[in-house]
T-cell receptor
Framework: DSGVTQTPKHLITATGQRVTLRCSPRSGDLSVYWYQQSLDQGLQFLIQYYNGEERAKGNILERFSAQQFPDLHSELNLSSLELGDSALYFC??????????????FGEGSRLTVL | TQLLEQSPQFLSIQEGENLTVYCNSSSVFSSLQWYRQEPGEGPVLLVTVVTGGEVKKLKRLTFQFGDARKDSSLHITAAQPGDTGLYLCAGETGANNLFFGTGTRLTVIP
């Protein structure tokens, strides 16, 4: 158990819909990262937050947005869903600050299926 | 976007054999991490290397960071079925981003 909690574990929805994925980081971790993994391949970095502020952006579509709340949990919002958005979405947290990433602790992921 | 290419993409070997997985990039990284991911789970950190030329050993696993900090390798000696999984390298840039490689799926057949 990494200590990172993601909900829901599985989600099936239709094209054009909007979903929200939730992540609770490990206790004490200030950084939260979101990654997308398709077809059991490598992880695509989407976005990172540190203590409530956006720290870095990767290949995140404009239809996607995220935020980190004062209690440090984070949400990834996916809208106008397309078939190609079907993937595993991972949240990870890190204890490190702005200087370096350090070890990432991953949740079990949220599997999104868009039909 | 820093591109980390791993080779081979797929590897199926018999128990007891040795293997090497490569992680290559044209970018320089301040550190490089290796993760293993099993089905239905998130990746788990195996090791972090930070110095060019650094070699770290973790039981039967040997990790090396290239002298120029652009590439890395993972060598497994006497592979066991428990080594089966997706191996991911991840490079950290000075911008505090961690970019993952394309992954190597290893299957060790008993």
């Amino acid at each position: 158990d990494s200590g990172v909690t993601q909900t829901p574990k599985h989600l099936i929805t239709a094209t054009g819909q909007r979903v929200t994925l939730r992540c609770s980081p490990r206790s004490g971790d200030l950084s939260v990262y979101w990654y997308q993994q398709s077809l059991d391949q490598g992880l695509q970095f989407l976005i990172q937050y540190y203590n409530g502020e956006e720290r870095a952006k990767g290949n995140i579509l404009e239809r996607f947005s995220a935020q980190q709340f004062p209690d440090l949990h984070s949400e990834l919002n996916l809208s106008s869903l397309e078939l190609g958005d079907s993937a595993l979405y991972f949240c990870a947290s890190s204890v490190r600050s702005r200087l370096n990433t350090g070890e990432l602790f991953f949740g079990e992921g949220s599997r999104l299926t868009v039909l | 976007t820093q591109l980390l290419e791993q080779s081979p993409q797929f590897l199926s070997i018999q128990e007891g054999e040795n293997l090497t997985v490569y992680c290559n990039s044209s970018s320089v990284f301040s550190s490089l991490q290796w993760y293993r991911q099993e089905p239905g789970e998130g990746p788990v950190l195996l090791v972090t290397v930070v110095t060019g030329g650094e070699v770290k050993k973790l039981k039967r696993l040997t990790f090396q960071f290239g002298d120029a900090r652009k590439d890395s390798s993972l060598h497994i000696t006497a592979a066991q079925p428990g080594d089966t999984g997706l191996y991911l390298c991840a490079g950290e840039t000075g911008a505090n981003n961690l970019f993952f490689g394309t992954g190597t799926r290893l299957t060790v057949i008993p």
